[in-house]
């Protein structure tokens, strides 16, 4: 790891302020830097923050303090060098699993044919085939879930931002779409940074974990993960894997439990 | 039996036909059956009258001079009404000042009968076009004001969030996602506002006018030809479905996802 970092996020903090409650700090000097083609999670107890600095690197939230760097380039708002997957399907009902995918592109400009030609790739990656003219409210989840990550990666961003793509599934589905989304990840090689609650599911996806302390969120140690690729569901079984698991939820048990607190 | 009615509850054209057409029949006998019992011809006439009165009102030609002054007005005026309570909707949703300070006023507009103003208008505008239109379009244009305003600003914030990272323009955000979210709700008010208009023509003819239906029935009213008068009311009652039915059609196209 050389070159520069594709993402470096410097100092970022972020206070929220309403009017007449007092302002909440969700962040607190945030350092961090995501090379090329690496696969990063952050896990951490809920309301630490993770989520908001997701919406910081893509530009949808300002940050009170501290910037957001992509390939250099300073972040001022949402550029096509990031996509994100959200947590909840956010597919248009009105338009098929073709047009969704090709949903960034024609915002982009590009013509309907060629548009429709990239979302076919991403649709076959995604295994989506046979799928094309179905409508979000004719599939199940974890295939609208595949739309999505399809939909973000037709636009050939820099950074996939994931945010918590799997909470919504039932735990069978979830693991199965974490190792299609491994799957995925190896084909095309895009850099990854994954929001996450399930300590597993980072454990399993990356090649490191950020743990993140609770309110304000800041970074609490920062994980290696070693374990040999490409990884199948299997791993989750091997000792060395449990004993991670194991070792980052001690991080956060005492963090999830002041969270408890604190609300 | 069982095997009906599962037909009957399906989701096809067939299965709709069907259930109009048998309770089209269920209300016509009934309604058989009171007459016998009601035997004034002034309060009730049988289904088979009002029939021959129909046909009778067809071939003497004055159905069509009739159709052609209350089918003119309501629908110019209808036409209208959809133009300006979809442009009043945008601009309501689209500007939040102009909102809080004509929302109140569009309200108040809304909840006064207006029908109650109907010899009014027609003091100001005279007997004819004019009055008929204009009431109607007073009827009409507030379901659909309503219901655009309402379906603009109800899009889904996370829709619109997925459209803004994917660094779409105000513009583009307004034609993918508010503009096809609130068409369903729009197409809503439309039908309602057709059934509105359809009141606001008769009530319109009632007070005021050479032809139209509403001036065959008062005038039929008037002669207690009771035939006559529910004649033209069946008429009406077809215009009024007729439009519900393919409003609803339209709503059900527009918004598929909705009724899984």
Redesign the interface.
Known sequence: MSAAPILRIENVGKIFTRAHKPSVEALRNINLSVHQGEFVSIVGASGSGKSTLLRII???LAPSDGKVYVDDTLVT????DR??V?Q?D?L???KTVVENVA??L???GIRWSEAAKTAQRFIDLAGLTGFEQH???QLSGGMRQRVNVARALA?DPKILLLDEPFAALDAQTREIMQSELLSIWQQSRKTVLLITHQIDEAVFLSDRVIVFSARPGSVRREVRVNLPRPRELEVKRRPEFVALVDDIWKLIEAEVRAGLKQQ | MRAIFDFLEQDTRAASFARIMSSTLSVLILWQLLSLMVTNRLLLVPPADVAASLLEEARSGAMWVNAAATVTAVVTSFIVSIVLGVAIGLALASNRLLSLTGGPVLSALNSVPIIALAPLFISWLGLGFASKFVLVLMVAVFPIVVTTEAGLRAADRQLIEAAVSFNASKWQIFTTVTLPFSLPFVVGGIRVAWARALVGIVVAEFFGSFAGFGFAILSASQTFDTARVLGYVIVLGAMGLLGSIAFETLERRLAPWRQE
């Open positions: 893509d530009g949808l708002g949402p550029g096509r996509a994100v959200f909840q956010s248009l009902p009105w949903y960034g024609s915002l982009a409508y979000p409210h636009v």
